[in-house]
């Protein structure tokens, strides 16, 4: 008989990852190039919805937490414009493509 695992027993890496992200947050704009490489990996590769609404509710770092999702995270990379770029000259494309056979 398996056993399936609920990620229950991954839980408290998890807190002790978030304890460590939370404490540099609360240093933030004043963390090292290595300190922000971190928590920029943290948020983009381990942190789930619950880690990120803990943050988000923690009064204790909510000034450094808003500055670092308007510094870092809530921006519109590069990638981003370009995927809408092309998805907008795809859409245009097929609507240019049905007006043409509709004629």
């Known amino acids: ?27 933030y704009p004043d963390l090292s190039e290595r300190e922000l490489d971190a928590v920029n990996n943290w948020f983009k590769r381990t942190a789930g919805p619950l880690d990120v609404g803990l943050l988000a509710s923690d009064t204790t770092i909510a000034e450094q937490y808003r500055a670092y999702r308007k510094d870092h995270y809530d921006r519109f990379s590069a990638k981003d414009i370009g995927i809408a770029a092309l998805f907008l000259a795809i859409t245009a494309c097929i609507v240019g493509i049905i007006a043409m056979i509709s004629s």
């Open 1 to 27: 008989m398996a056993i399936e695992s609920t990620g229950v027993v991954d839980a408290p890496v998890h807190a002790d990852e978030r304890a460590q992200v939370t404490l540099l947050l609360a240093r």
